[in-house]
């Protein structure tokens, strides 16, 4: 955050942490049988939350009064529902919807503009989707293990999977990508090894990252500029 702080989810619910003393200095908690995959810091110092379980989408303040709210449909159990959820900068929202392997864009009423759909893989599915500067959308695909990147009309127009890779990197899950504003993309990769790298446009690695005394790493994220 800007106050250099860091806002993350875990399971049930979302805390903001000061990293200098490792004290939580906000905390939304979800109620039972509901689990939390994701939150974003939005504009009027709100956070955007992503429920499976309750199926449902909101920003709420930092009074913990909800400023805004939709329900999600998904029939899948609760653990499978929704991964990460994104707002863009037009307003809209980036759902990723979990084990359907899908993305969805929502407006603000819940209808959707866009859907991007990846290649059918086995175990596939979607953990999260960024909208790109150029329009374009970046989706990973959790255990499916690739990234695809979609144009505006909704088409492959990028892929990143275990064969465009080093042979000994294995590939789990891919969480978060990220793209840089040299072009290049980073990727975390769950309970594989390197837990986080990068690769340039034509899809050389240029850094890696693993460090077994952190434990898995489901998100990852470069804080450019600093």
Do not use: M
Request: glycine residues 12%; charged residues 25%; hydrophobic residues 35%.
């Amino acid at each position: 955050l800007a106050n250099g702080r860091v806002l993350g989810s875990y399971s049930g619910g979302v805390r903001e942490i000061d990293p200098a003393t490792g004290k939580v200095t906000w905390e939304y908690k979800a109620g039972p049988g509901v689990e939390v995959h994701s939150c974003q810091p939005v504009e009027e110092d709100r956070v955007l939350i992503c429920e499976c379980g309750s199926k449902r989408l909101f920003e709420i303040n930092r009074d913990l009064s909800v400023a805004w709210e939709i329900k999600l449909e998904s029939t899948q159990p609760a653990h499978k529902q929704f991964r990460l959820a994104r707002k863009t900068d037009a307003g809209t929202y980036l759902v990723a919807y979990g084990s359907d392997g899908v993305v969805r864009e929502l407006d603000k009423e819940g209808k959707v503009l866009k859907t991007f759909t990846p290649p059918p893989r086995p175990n596939g599915g979607v953990n999260g989707a960024w909208r790109l500067a150029d329009g374009h959308t970046l989706v990973t695909g959790g255990y499916g293990a690739e990234a695809y990147e979609f144009d505006g009309a909704g088409k492959i127009v990028w892929t990143l999977g275990k064969a465009d890779l080093p042979k000994d990197y294995v590939l789990h899950y891919l969480g978060t990508a990220q793209r840089l504003a040299n072009g290049d993309t980073v990727l975390s990769n769950f309970q594989g090894e390197p837990a986080v790298f990068e690769v340039d446009k034509e899809k050389r690695v240029v850094w890696q990252y693993q460090n077994g005394k952190i434990g898995p790493v489901s998100a990852a994220r470069v804080v450019e500029g600093k």
